[in-house]
C-alpha cells in the first residue's frame, strides 16, 4: 500500500511556503518543504516591508534584532507634487509602529531555517515538474518533481513525493495552478517593477521613500514618465533602488523599464551617489500578480499562497506581508483538517482557507482595483500628488490606506472609514 511522504508538501521556500511551513511543522505536521534553488537565492523586490509584514515575523517568532540582518524604518517618506512629506507608521493596536527592509537575498533563506527548526524538512535545488494526481478522483495526493544543478538544469531522475494536501507557493509562474487549468484573470490588476542596488551615503535612512513622478529631467520643466519609484535603506552599505508600473489589467505593458530607470537615475542628485559605478548588479525586473488574479485559492488538495494566488496588494505592490498571512491562515487549515474523522470534515476544514482570505483582503483588494483605475493615468496621479499631498488629513488617510495599516475594528475616524469602505467594497 502507497504511504504518504508527508502531512503537507510545501512547493516554494518564499515568505509564503516557509510561513506555511513553520506553522503546520509546529503543530506537529511532517512538512516536505521544496525549493528549486538553493539558499541564498536572490528574487527580484523592494526589500521593504511594512508594518503589517513586520507583524507577521513577530508572530512567528523572528529575532528582529539589527545584527540579525535587520533595519528598522519609522515611516514613509512621499516626494511629488512639488512636495516632500514624512509619514511615521502610525501608533496601532493591530501592528507595530515600525517597518523593516532586508534583502530577499538573506529574507528568504532566514525564514526557511526558520521552519526547518520549527521541524520542517528542506530539500533544496528540486524543481517541482506537476502535480500527482489521484487517478480516480482527479485530487492532487502529492508533486512529481527532478533535482537539479546551481544552474537549474536536470540532475538526476525523476521523483514523486506524496501528501494529502500540497501548498503551490511557486511564485507568479504558478505552474501548479496552471497544470489544474487555473489560468490568470484578465480583469485584476497586474504590476511590473525593475530594481537594482547602489552604494549609497543614504544606506541608513530610517525612512522607505516613495517617488510619486518620475520625470525625464528637471521636476516641472521636462516629461512626467509613467509609474513611481522607490528608494530602501538596508543599513549595509547600500540601498534598494527601483520604480514599478500598475495596470488595471493583465494586459502586456510595452514600457521600457531600463530606458525609464535610466532617464530616472541621470536626474537623481548627486549626493546620493546612484552612478554607474556604484550600481550594485544588474537592474532585474518581475511581475506583481495582483488582487486574487488567479482562483480558486483552493481546489482538489492544492492551496494556492502568494504570488501564485496573485496576493499582491494593488495599493502598493506589498507582496510579503500577504504571502505570509496567506501562509499562516493555510496552515491553519491544514491543521485542523488533520483532526477532522471524515474525508467529507477535511475537505470542509481545508475550504476555510479562501474563504477566511477573501473575506480579510477581499473587499480591500476590490478597493485597490478601483484605485489603480484612477492612478495609471499620468495626468490624474500629477493632480492627486500636487493638490493632495499638503494636506495632513489626506495624507492620513492615503498612508493607512496605502500601507494597509489600519485598525479593522475601532480606532479612529480615518481608521473606521477604511474599514467601512473594505467592507462596503464587494469581495469579487
Not at 503546520?24 to 512538512?31: E, H, K, R
Not at 512629506?85 to 496601532?92: A, D, F, M, N, Y
Not at 528540486?126 to 527532478?146: I, K, S
Not at 501564485?308 to 491544514?334: K, L
Request: net charge neutral.
Amino acid at each position: 500500500m502507497q504511504t504518504d511522504d508527508a502531512d503537507v508538501i510545501i512547493v516554494g521556500a518564499g515568505p509564503a511556503g516557509s510561513s506555511a511551513a513553520y506553522y503546520c511543522a509546529a503543530a506537529g505536521l511532517t512538512v516536505l518543504l521544496l525549493e528549486k534553488a538553493a539558499f541564498p537565492r536572490d528574487k527580484i523586490c523592494g526589500d521593504g516591508l511594512t508594518p503589517r509584514a513586520t507583524r507577521e515575523l513577530v508572530a512567528m517568532g523572528m529575532s528582529l534584532k539589527p545584527e540579525d540582518g535587520w533595519i528598522r524604518n519609522t515611516g514613509l517618506r512621499v516626494v511629488g507634487g512639488g512636495h516632500r512629506i514624512e509619514l511615521p507608521w502610525p501608533e496601532l493596536s493591530s501592528y507595530p509602529s515600525f517597518g523593516l527592509a532586508r534583502t530577499r537575498m538573506s529574507l528568504d533563506h532566514a525564514l526557511a531555517q526558520h521552519a526547518v527548526t520549527a521541524g520542517a524538512k528542506l530539500i533544496e535545488r528540486t524543481n517541482v515538474t506537476g502535480p500527482l494526481l489521484d487517478e480516480r478522483t482527479g485530487r492532487v495526493v502529492g508533486v512529481t518533481a527532478r533535482p537539479v544543478d546551481d544552474a537549474g538544469r536536470r540532475a538526476g531522475d525523476e521523483v514523486t513525493y506524496r501528501a494529502p494536501v500540497v501548498i503551490a507557493a511557486d511564485g507568479v509562474s504558478a505552474r501548479l495552478g496552471l497544470a489544474l487549468g487555473l489560468e490568470k484573470r484578465l480583469d485584476r490588476p497586474m504590476g511590473v517593477a525593475v530594481r537594482t542596488y547602489f552604494t549609497t551615503p543614504r544606506q541608513d535612512d530610517t525612512m522607505m521613500e516613495s517617488h510619486l513622478e518620475l520625470w525625464d529631467g528637471e521636476p516641472h520643466k521636462s516629461n512626467l514618465m509613467p509609474g513611481y519609484g522607490w528608494i530602501f535603506a538596508l543599513g549595509d552599505g547600500t540601498a534598494n533602488v527601483g520604480l514599478g508600473s500598475v495596470s488595471s489589467t493583465a494586459a502586456a505593458t510595452k514600457v521600457d523599464y531600463k530606458d525609464l530607470f535610466a532617464k530616472w537615475m541621470a536626474n537623481a542628485p548627486a549626493e546620493w551617489e546612484f552612478t554607474p559605478e556604484n550600481q550594485v548588479g544588474p537592474l532585474r525586473g518581475a511581475a506583481l500578480p495582483m488582487g486574487f488574479n488567479r482562483t480558486p485559492l483552493y481546489t482538489r488538495g492544492l492551496m494556492l499562497v502568494g504570488d501564485s494566488g496573485g496576493m499582491v496588494s494593488p495599493f502598493n505592490g506589498e507582496g510579503i506581508a500577504y504571502a505570509m498571512q496567506a501562509g499562516r491562515t493555510a496552515a491553519d487549515a491544514i491543521v485542523q483538517a488533520r483532526a477532522r474523522t471524515s474525508d467529507a470534515a477535511r475537505e470542509r476544514a481545508l475550504e476555510t482557507y479562501p474563504r477566511l482570505i477573501r473575506a480579510d483582503l477581499g473587499g480591500y483588494y476590490t478597493l485597490g482595483r478601483y484605485f489603480v483605475k484612477i492612478i495609471e493615468h499620468p495626468h490624474v496621479m500629477r493632480i492627486c500628488t500636487r493638490y493632495g499631498l499638503p494636506r495632513p488629513l489626506i495624507m492620513r488617510f492615503t498612508l493607512k490606506l496605502l500601507s494597509d495599516c489600519y485598525e479593522p475594528h475601532g480606532g479612529d475616524m480615518v481608521d473606521r472609514v477604511i474599514a467601512g469602505l473594505s467592507r462596503l467594497a464587494p469581495a469579487a
